[in-house]
């Protein structure tokens, strides 16, 4: 005997109502940690990593300087310095001592990008 279409709809209706909350991904905290960062090749200073969600937006703040960074998702990332200047894209790359670098900004530490 094939299920009536009513009493198919009343076992999947509860389903789809609880559905939203069980496949809805965990919204990350904001993390903040102290870390080390430089420009170019000039000496390392402590400044404060700020990721908000991690993986997707974080900032450096150092030498008087916010560096904000976004990452897409797909390998695209763009960085610029404090608010008024322009966004420029830039790769990541580890440097010969192991910091994570953008273009000339480079940070080492416990940083949380995953």
Known sequence: MIPSIGFTLT????????????????????????????????????????????????????????????HDGTGLMRMRINERSSWNSVQASWSDEGALCWGEVCARGDLPMD
């Open 11 to 70: 076992l999947i209706t509860p389903l789809v109502l609880i559905a939203p909350g069980i496949v809805r991904p965990a919204q990350a905290e904001p993390v903040a940690v102290d870390v080390e960062c430089r420009w170019s090749h000039e000496a390392w200073e402590p400044c404060r990593f700020e990721a908000d969600p991690v993986g997707s937006r974080w900032n450096l703040a150092f030498n008087d300087h916010r560096i904000q960074f976004e």
